[in-house]
């Protein structure tokens, strides 16, 4: 390989044949289907993703593997430059619905999720790799330490299960940390009524504010004053006394439901 890796954009090359044919087979890709990929790189999965749909549209950010990228003259493949998270999604991807699959860069997998979850519309389904880390907080249960603000939106909008574990030794350069490829499956409607889907999103965020702290704090921490958080967590049937890691999906809806009342 003669490109040499920028740290910047925390590139880790996927090169391990056996992990893409695990991503492939999650994705499922039909030939009809239009695919998107976020940091394809040096294009080991894009060359996959061709050979199986009708269109690939990737978001690069790297100037040097643009350019490479473009040589490959291919018409069914087309090429975002610039940064994925300043893209106006619904303006670039038009033809919706597209199935995802991306190695995520690690560095920003997190706001990626974010971004992808405001516009979960445009996707017919998702197969991410991510820092294990991160991949486990994706879909961790109530009351454990990984449970957290990414794990109770993804698992209100998707059924997210994982695909494969992936050692460091699959990546040029290898990385200082293990993988986890996750699918994301779309729910026909919500786990529970979210009331208010960006209010919905406020409460959570400000639940987990302050993690070892009691929930009625954090919500006071996150914006919300000391009348709405005694009335909303009363009229919820929640014990103030309780942290955000505890609360589950139907809980989340009901203090949803009784702050979005109180504003």
Not at 121 to 126: E, I
Not at 134 to 145: E, I, N, Q, T, W
Not at 217 to 245: K, T, W, Y
């Amino acid at each position: 390989m003669d490109y040499r890796t920028k740290k910047k954009f925390g590139q880790h090359f996927l090169n391990d044949q056996y992990v893409i044919e695990r991503i492939m087979q999650a994705a499922n890709i039909d030939p009809t289907d239009r695919v998107i990929e976020i940091g394809p790189g040096l294009g080991v999965l894009t060359r996959h993703l061709l050979d199986a749909a009708a269109q690939v549209e990737v978001f690069e950010i790297d100037r040097d593997l643009i350019a490479r990228l473009a040589e490959w003259n291919n018409p069914r493949l087309l090429v975002h430059g610039g940064d994925i998270l300043k893209a106006n999604l619904p303006k670039l991807l038009n033809a919706p619905p597209y199935n995802l699959v991306a190695n995520l860069p690690y560095n920003i997998s997190s706001q990626v999720v974010f971004l992808l979850l405001a516009n979960r519309r445009l996707f017919s389904q998702m197969v991410l790799m991510f820092q294990k880390e991160v991949g486990d907080r994706l879909c961790a249960a109530p009351g454990c330490k990984d449970y957290g603000i990414l794990s109770v939106l993804c698992q209100l909008w998707f059924d997210v299960t994982p695909v494969i574990d992936v050692g460091p030794e699959s990546f040029s350069p290898p990385p200082k940390v293990d993988s986890l490829v996750l699918k994301f499956s779309p729910l026909s409607v919500p786990r529970v009524d979210p009331i208010d889907p960006v209010f919905f999103t406020r409460v959570v965020k400000a639940s987990f504010t302050q993690r070892r702290k009691q929930l009625r704090n954090s919500l006071m921490a996150g914006g919300f004053s000391r009348e709405q958080v005694d009335q909303g967590l009363a009229a919820a049937g929640i014990e103030a006394s309780r942290r955000g890691e505890s609360l589950d999906l139907p809980d989340f809806s009901r203090l949803t439901k009784a702050l979005h009342q109180l504003r």
